[in-house]
C-alpha cells in the first residue's frame, strides 16, 4: 500500500469511493437480475400450477353437463316403459316404433344440439340395443357389450357414471377414425332394478373449447393422461416425449435442448385423468428481456453519475487543501506574506481561517523578535532554515505558543498548542482505532480552539470514566458530532450554552452521550433521521445539511463494528439533544491482533 500514500488526496478519494458506490450498484444489478430470474421461474411454475388446475375445473364442468345428458332416460317416461318391457317379446311393428323413437330422440336431444357428442348407445338388460351416430361408423356385429371392461365397470358402479378413455378401441367398431371417451351409466327403477345402460361417446371437441377459452398461447401444450399415463388428448405435438408421470398437485421445471419447460399438473377427482399444463420459458420471459436490458443501461448509467460525481466531489474538496497546501510549503520555505481565500465554511475553511491567523501572528512575532535581538533572530532563523524537516510546521507551532507565552498572548499560545495537536493527531493517526484517552485529548484540544475563538458562551463538560480509557474508539469519533451540536444546537448562543461529553462502560459495549442545552430537533425531524441512521446505505449528506456529521460517524461505525452499533439521537429532557454513541470494547490485545490483520 505504499503507492496509495504517495498518491494525492483526490485520487485517494477516487479509488477509495468509487468502488464504494460502483460495487454495490453492480451487485445490486446483478443480485436484483438473478431474484427476478428466480421470481419469474417461481411464477411461471405457479402459472403452469395454476392452470393445470383451471383447465380441470372447467373440464370438470364440462363433464358434469355430459353426466346430466346421461340421466336423459329419467325424464322420458316412454323410454323407461320400453326399457321396463325387457324379456317381453315385441311385435316387429313395435320394435320398429321404438327404435324410431329412439333415433328421434337421440338425435334431437343429444347429437344435433352438440357437436361433440358422436354416438349414443342405450342397452336393455334383455339385450336389445338402440343406437344413433352423427357419423358414419360400421358396428362390428359379433361384439359382446355385457363382456366388456366398460360394462363390467359401469355394473359395479351401480348407478354412477363411468369414464372410458379411448373407448373407440374396445371392438365396437370395425373402424371408427376418431379418438374418442365414453361415459356409460346403468339405469335403473324406482325400485332399484337395473333396466338398462345408456352409453354416449364423445369427441374432445369440448376439451378443445375449453383450452380455446382460456388462451395458453401457441407454444405452449396441454395433454390428458389416464391413470396408467397414457396420452389420452393432446392439443398440440409440442414435449411430448418429455412427459412423465407427475404426483398429484406437483409441477416440475425440466431442461431440454437448451430449453426450460415449466410443467403443472392435476388430477380430476372426477375421472381420475393427469391434466399435464406445459409452458415454455421463451413465452414467459420474452418481456423479461426488455427488463433486462433496463436494468444494464440504468447500471451503466448509475456508475457513470457516480463516478463523473464522485470526481467533481472530490475535486471541490481536495481543491482547497491544495491551495492550503502550497501556502504551507511557502510557509515552510520561510515566506510568511501569504493569502489563502478560502471561501468554504466547513471545518477546511475554519482551519484555513486559523492558518492565516497563525501565519499573521508568526509575522507579527517575528517582527518583534528582530526588534528585541535581531542578531539572536537571524541566528535562529538561519538555524532553521538548516533544519526543515517534516514536522517544521508542529515545531513552528511550538515555538509560537512560547513566544506568545513570554509575551503574555495566553489565548495564542493556548489555541496554538491545540492546533498543534490537532494537526499532529489528524495527520499521524492512521490506525482503524486508536487510544480512547488520546481521542478524549484531541477533544479537549478541539474545544479549547472552539473556546478561544468564540468566548465563553459555551461551557464544556467531560464526564467519562476513567476506567474506560484504556480502550480503544474509532478516530475522530466524535469531533463531528460535538462540531454538529455547536453549529446547529448551540448556534447564536451568547451565554448559559452547555455541552456535556459522557461515556462509561454498559456490558460488554461503551456507551457515549453528546448532551447539548441547545434550540432542540423537532419530534417530525427527529424520528427522520432515526429513521434514516438505522437503514442500511443511508447517504451521508442529507439535504439542509444538518446530519452530515452524524450519518458519516454512524456509518463508519457500522462498518468497523457492525449494525448493532452506530449513532442515535434523543430528546434532552430541559431542552436540547442528546447524541448517543454505542461502540463495542476493544481491549489492547484485540487491536494488537487487529492491526496485524
Not at 367398431?173 to 356409460?184: A, H, N, Q
Not at 461551557?459 to 446547529?488: C, M, V
Request: aromatic share 10%.
Amino acid at each position: 500500500m505504499s503507492w496509495f500514500k504517495r498518491i494525492s488526496i483526490k485520487k485517494k478519494l477516487l479509488v477509495a469511493y468509487l468502488p464504494l458506490i460502483i460495487l454495490p450498484v453492480v451487485v445490486i444489478s446483478i443480485a436484483s437480475y438473478a431474484l427476478f430470474t428466480y421470481k419469474m421461474a417461481e411464477a411461471s411454475q405457479l402459472l403452469a400450477e395454476q392452470n393445470a388446475k383451471e383447465i380441470n375445473r372447467h373440464l370438470e364442468t364440462y363433464l358434469d353437463e355430459l353426466e346430466r345428458l346421461s340421466l336423459f332416460p329419467y325424464f322420458h317416461s316412454n323410454v323407461m316403459d320400453v326399457l321396463r318391457r325387457s324379456g317381453q317379446s315385441d311385435s316387429p311393428e313395435q320394435m320398429y316404433q321404438e327404435y324410431k323413437m329412439f333415433d328421434d330422440m337421440f338425435g334431437n336431444i343429444m347429437l344435433n344440439p352438440r357437436q361433440d357428442l358422436l354416438n349414443v348407445f342405450l342397452y336393455r338388460s334383455d339385450g336389445t340395443r338402440y343406437f344413433n351416430s352423427r357419423v358414419n361408423v360400421t358396428l362390428n356385429g359379433d361384439y359382446d357389450w355385457k363382456a366388456s371392461e366398460w360394462y363390467k365397470r359401469t355394473t359395479e358402479a351401480n348407478g354412477s357414471v363411468v369414464y372410458t378413455p379411448n373407448a373407440g378401441r374396445d371392438g365396437r367398431f370395425i373402424k371408427l377414425p376418431y379418438d374418442i371417451f365414453s361415459i356409460s351409466r346403468q339405469i335403473k327403477t324406482e325400485s332399484g332394478k337395473a333396466v338398462g345402460t345408456i352409453l354416449i361417446d364423445a369427441n374432445f371437441q369440448g376439451v378443445e373449447d375449453v383450452l380455446r377459452d382460456i388462451g395458453l398461447g401457441p407454444n405452449s401444450n396441454v395433454v390428458l393422461k389416464n391413470s396408467q399415463g397414457t396420452i389420452l388428448y393432446a392439443q398440440n405435438k409440442l414435449f411430448l416425449n418429455l412427459l412423465s408421470p407427475q404426483k398429484k398437485g406437483e409441477g416440475t421445471k425440466i431442461n431440454a435442448n437448451g430449453k426450460t419447460l415449466f410443467i403443472g399438473s392435476d388430477i380430476s377427482h372426477k375421472t381420475g385423468w393427469t391434466t399435464d399444463v406445459v409452458i415454455p420459458s421463451a413465452s414467459i420471459y420474452q418481456t423479461f428481456i426488455s427488463i433486462r436490458q433496463v436494468i444494464l443501461w440504468l447500471s451503466a448509467i448509475f456508475c457513470t453519475i457516480a463516478v463523473v460525481v464522485t470526481y467533481l466531489l472530490s475535486g471541490s474538496i481536495t481543491r482547497p487543501i491544495r491551495e492550503m497546501h502550497r501556502m504551507m510549503k511557502k510557509v515552510v520555505s520561510g515566506n510568511y506574506d501569504v493569502e489563502l481565500k478560502l471561501t468554504s465554511q466547513d471545518e477546511i475553511g475554519s482551519l484555513g481561517n486559523a492558518f492565516m491567523k497563525m501565519t499573521s501572528q508568526i509575522r507579527e512575532l517575528i517582527h518583534e523578535v528582530y526588534e528585541f535581538d535581531i542578531r539572536q533572530k537571524e541566528a535562529e532563523l538561519n538555524n532553521l532554515k538548516m533544519q526543515i524537516r517534516p514536522h517544521f510546521l508542529y515545531n513552528t507551532l511550538e515555538a509560537i505558543r512560547s513566544l506568545a507565552d513570554l509575551n503574555d498572548n495566553h489565548e495564542v499560545a493556548r489555541m496554538t498548542s491545540s492546533l498543534g495537536s490537532i494537526l499532529r493527531y489528524s495527520i499521524k493517526t492512521h490506525q482503524k482505532l486508536v487510544p480512547l484517552d488520546t481521542e478524549v485529548e484531541y477533544i479537549r484540544q478541539y474545544l479549547n480552539i472552539h473556546q478561544i475563538m468564540n468566548g465563553d458562551a459555551v461551557h464544556f463538560e467531560f464526564d467519562i470514566d476513567s476506567g474506560i480509557l484504556r480502550y480503544y474508539s474509532l478516530p475522530l469519533l466524535f469531533q463531528p458530532l460535538i462540531e454538529n451540536a455547536l453549529q446547529h444546537g448551540l448556534y447564536g448562543t451568547r451565554s448559559g450554552g452547555h455541552l456535556r461529553i459522557s461515556g462509561q462502560r454498559d456490558g460488554d459495549d461503551l456507551h457515549f452521550m453528546i448532551v447539548d442545552n441547545g434550540t432542540g430537533i423537532p419530534s417530525s425531524r427527529l424520528e427522520e433521521m432515526n429513521q434514516k441512521l438505522t437503514e442500511p446505505g443511508v447517504p451521508a449528506v442529507e439535504q439542509d445539511g444538518q446530519g452530515i456529521g452524524l450519518c458519516n460517524v454512524n456509518r463508519r461505525v457500522k462498518i468497523i463494528f457492525g449494525e448493532n452499533y452506530g449513532v442515535t439521537i434523543s430528546v434532552n429532557p430541559i431542552g436540547g439533544t442528546i447524541v448517543h454513541v454505542r461502540i463495542p470494547i476493544v481491549s489492547v490485545h484485540q487491536e494488537s491482533l487487529k492491526m496485524h490483520e
